[in-house]
């Protein structure tokens, strides 16, 4: 286990406000991510980071932004949310598993958010 | 540019019968392919990869480099199978690419 934690779990707000989503782990892991999760789309990338302060966008980034300024943590920020937005979000990290050498994704249990 | 498609978005089967559901990929050069499974309630968690060559809970998925195609198949379902299966392409490493997902339902 990653030990990932995501907060919060559930959030409900208003269109036009700022909302920001937490990501933690525990392990030190450089590669970290944020999908989106919606019916019919499956996941989708939104941002992804590959170290303090270096981030790189996914194929769904507009309208959020991301910060990494510790290892551990990786934040996504919804500057003006809005109705589009509501969906399950899921922060992953990438571990090499050393029997096979190809890394794997781990995730997060998910934040669920709702844009009224 | 890299794709994965899941051609089906619910597949339903009696318990007992066999299952497959279908991963198709498009990628330019040499691909890894992971089968991840979300049961309810629960996180999204990794099921298997090409690379292992392993059966996990029954279920096996073939890395077929002609076809483009990595197919999960289990030959008797089991209720407790029931869950979202998406299949994922990983490249450079650090890259994922995800399916739009299947939603197996395995009826009693």
């Known amino acids: 286990d990653a030990g990932i934690t995501q907060s919060p779990r559930h959030k409900v707000t208003e269109t036009g406000t700022p909302v920001t989503l937490r990501c933690h782990q525990t392990e030190n892991h450089r590669y970290m991510y944020w999908y989106r999760q919606d019916p019919g789309h499956g996941l989708r990338l939104i941002h992804y980071?590959?170290?303090?302060?270096?981030?790189d966008k996914g194929e769904v980034s507009d309208g959020y932004s991301v910060s990494r300024s510790k290892t551990e943590d990786f934040l996504l920020t919804l500057e003006s949310a809005t109705s589009s937005q509501t969906s399950v979000y899921f922060c992953a990290i990438s571990e090499s598993r050393v029997s096979s050498g190809a890394n794997v994704l781990t995730f997060g249990a998910g934040s669920r958010l709702t844009v009224l | 540019a890299q794709r994965v498609t899941q051609p089906e978005k619910l597949l339903s089967v009696f318990k007992g019968a066999p299952v497959e559901l279908k991963c198709n990929y498009s990628?330019?050069?040499?691909?890894?392919l992971f089968w991840y499974v979300q049961y309810s309630r629960q996180r999204l968690q990794l099921l298997l990869r090409?690379?292992s060559r392993e059966s996990i809970k029954g279920f096996t998925a073939d890395l077929n480099k002609g076809e483009t195609s990595f197919h999960l198949k289990k030959p008797f379902a089991q209720e407790e199978d029931s869950a979202m299966y998406y299949c994922?392409?990983?490249?450079?490493?650090?890259?994922?690419?995800f399916g739009s997902g299947t939603k197996l339902n395995v009826k009693p």
């Open positions: 980071s590959y170290g303090v302060k270096d981030t």
């Open positions: 994922a392409l990983g490249y450079n490493f650090n890259k994922f690419y």
């Open positions: 090409h690379i």
């Open positions: 990628y330019s050069g040499s691909p890894e």
